[in-house]
């Protein structure tokens, strides 16, 4: 199998951390999670991680480049990897065009990206249960609805910028986990 890069879109809820970590599975790629990058290194007190909680503490998003430096110095720590499974970045097209190098002295070419299409209705009720069933009191239904609002501001333009590029593959992320994985898996080993 040659390397391949391939990007998980999908509003928060629409399981794109579920089936990302089975494709990683499957297709014995490297998942990386930017949620579980910044939780890595803040813990380990590295320079990027330090970086990054300065900005955490006042509230503050942190920019772009440091989520993508975080990422480039993830890799680089796993040379023989096939390839990655993106998830939770590129969250805007600025770091979209950062991963194709611009502004960078690095490049991530993306080969697939993987769009999972989840009504809201269901992506409040997942977050929800979610919230329940792991005991997190940040996804209250307010937050949710921002979260929400968030990717559709923020993160939806994506699907365009990568459908102009011929990479971006919509799936129905309303079935059963196993169902939208065989329909994803069906993506990837066309593409190989």
């Known amino acids: 199998m040659r390397k391949i890069n ?3 879109l999908g509003a928060p809820g629409s399981g794109k951390g579920t089936q990302a970590h ?5 297709f014995n790629l490297a998942h990386i999670s930017t949620g579980d990058l910044f939780r890595k290194n803040i813990a380990a007190g590295t320079p ?10 006042r509230g503050a998003l942190c920019p772009d480049s440091l989520t993508i430096d975080m990422l480039h110095d993830s890799l680089s720590k796993m040379p023989d990897i096939k390839g990655c499974i993106l998830d939770g970045v590129p969250r805007t097209t600025a770091q979209a065009d950062m991963l194709e190098g611009k502004g960078q002295n690095q490049q991530l070419p993306v080969d697939l990206v ?3 299409n989840v009504d809201q209705q269901e992506i409040a009720a997942r977050m929800l249960k979610r919230a329940q069933l792991e005991g997190r009191s940040d996804d209250t239904p307010e937050i949710i609805e921002k979260r929400i609002a968030n990717y559709f501001a923020q993160t939806k333009p994506l699907e365009d910028y990568y459908a102009q590029r011929g990479v971006l593959h919509q799936i129905n992320g309303m079935g059963s986990v196993d169902d939208i994985f065989d329909s994803i898996c069906k993506v990837i080993e066309a593409h190989l």
């Open 114 to 116: 993987i769009n999972l």
């Open 6 to 8: 391939i990007v998980m």
């Open 22 to 26: 089975k494709m990683a599975e499957k």
């Open 48 to 57: 990027l991680g330090v970086e990054a909680q300065s900005y955490i503490n």
